[in-house]
């Protein structure tokens, strides 16, 4: 199973995307114009769990 964001915590900084091995994760604006994570490419992801080692914020979870 791909990682989850937690939307509520990501700041969008990037250090995730910058991290993924398969360039799965992007950075979008959410409603408010907010930078926010998301894995854009679940079916590509590894689930090596770097972005999750990356996250300052802990916003991303590998189950």
């Not at 907010?34 to 972005?51: F, M, Y």
């Not at 996250?55 to 991303?60: K, S, V």
Request: proline share 10%; hydrophobic share 30%; with cysteine.
């Amino acid at each position: 199973m791909p990682p989850e964001v937690d939307l509520d915590k990501c700041e969008g900084i990037g250090a995730c995307a910058e991290s993924c091995p398969t360039d799965v994760i992007d950075i979008v604006e959410d409603e408010n114009g907010n930078p926010r994570s998301v894995i854009a490419r679940p079916d590509d992801c590894v689930e090596c769990g770097v972005c999750v080692d990356a996250c300052p914020q802990e916003a991303i979870t590998l189950d």
